[in-house]
């Protein structure tokens, strides 16, 4: 396929790489000058659609994915498709859908999980809202750039899983997190807590595959200094993204709420910038009650 590509970041350059050696013709445009080894580059978005059979955008936020796709719509040629793969608000999601469809142009949003080692290692999971013509289209890419890809329905419908999906990753990063402090000042051990934990009832994911304890559990940023792995900073993303809809679906999130009071205050006023999300367990160890 032609592929345009837009934004060649920590996440679409390795996603970039993946197609160009599976033999996909890719264009790549970036706004920062980034370019990708036997990708062509373009000197405006438009051009990296022009022509293309499948524009696929990886850009940080809602607004930079409207003014793109202003660019990249009116270029591409009738039948093809705009795959976001951006984490961003479903309300951008389904406007900019919308205005595809107006183009007579194919539209999904298919944000990932699986951070940036499934991106170079073409293991991501895709979340994709928009038609089944357009995700039959795109299936090949997913094959490439993913391990799996799940088609949740309609327009947006992508970035709901998304953002539902990690909205209880935050809240249950933090429970894991201050019920390991607790422990801790009750004289409970570390490894008494994981074994039991993540054999009971309170087992997740947060405390099973990425236990916020150093030395417990399998391996986990916990045991490499808390560097990211996922930065705070992106789940406070995506926990602000989640009552963005919540506000805007009138849904009452009480956690979702208080998970992103705490990371707020985590990133913006403490030490959680550039540290893993579950760096909250150090935090807690600093605090008392009051
Ligand atoms: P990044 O900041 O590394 O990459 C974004 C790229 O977009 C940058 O290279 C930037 O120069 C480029 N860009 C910005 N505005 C542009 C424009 N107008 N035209 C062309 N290029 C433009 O971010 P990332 O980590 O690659 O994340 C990209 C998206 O993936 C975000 O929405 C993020 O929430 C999501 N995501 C990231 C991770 C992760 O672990 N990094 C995991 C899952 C999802």
């Not at 999971?125 to 949740?152: N, R, W, Y």
């Not at 916990?222 to 996922?230: M, R, T, W």
Request: with cysteine; net charge negative.
């Amino acid at each position: 396929m032609k592929i345009g590509f837009i934004g060649l970041g920590n996440m679409g350059g390795p996603m970039a790489a993946n197609l160009v050696k599976a033999g996909h013709t890719v264009t790549g445009y970036d706004v920062a000058g980034v370019t990708i080894d036997g990708a062509s580059s373009a000197s405006t978005a438009a051009e990296a659609a022009t022509g293309a059979d499948v524009v696929i955008t990886m850009l940080p936020n809602g607004g930079i994915l409207r003014s793109v796709a202003d660019d990249v719509i009116p270029a591409m040629k009738p039948g093809a498709v705009l795959l976001d793969c951006s984490t961003v608000d479903v309300e951008s999601a389904r406007d900019v859908a919308a205005q595809a469809a107006k183009a007579g142009v194919g539209a999904l949003d298919a944000p990932v999980s699986g951070g940036v080692g499934g991106a170079s290692g073409g293991t991501l999971t895709f979340m994709v809202g928009g038609s089944q013509a357009a995700f039959e289209t795109a299936k090949p890419l997913f094959d490439i750039m993913g391990q799996k890809a799940v088609h949740c329905g309609e327009a947006g419908n992508g970035q709901a899983a998304k953002i539902c999906n990690n909205m209880i990753l935050g809240v249950t990063m933090i429970a894991t997190c201050e019920a390991f402090a607790l422990a801790d000042k009750l004289g409970l051990s570390r490894e008494a807590m994981f074994d039991v934990v993540s054999t009971s009832s309170g087992y997740s994911w947060s405390m099973n595959a990425y236990c916020p304890a150093p030395g417990v559990g399998p391996k986990s940023p916990a045991d490499n200094g808390y560097l990211p792995g996922f930065a705070a900073e992106l789940m406070l993303k995506d926990l602000r993204l989640s009552q963005q809809a919540a506000e805007a679906a009138d849904a009452d999130t009480p956690m979702g709420e208080a998970a992103t009071a705490l990371y707020s205050q985590f990133v913006e006023n403490e030490d959680g910038l550039g540290r893993d999300f579950s760096a909250m367990l150090p935090r807690f160890e600093t605090k008392s009650r009051g």
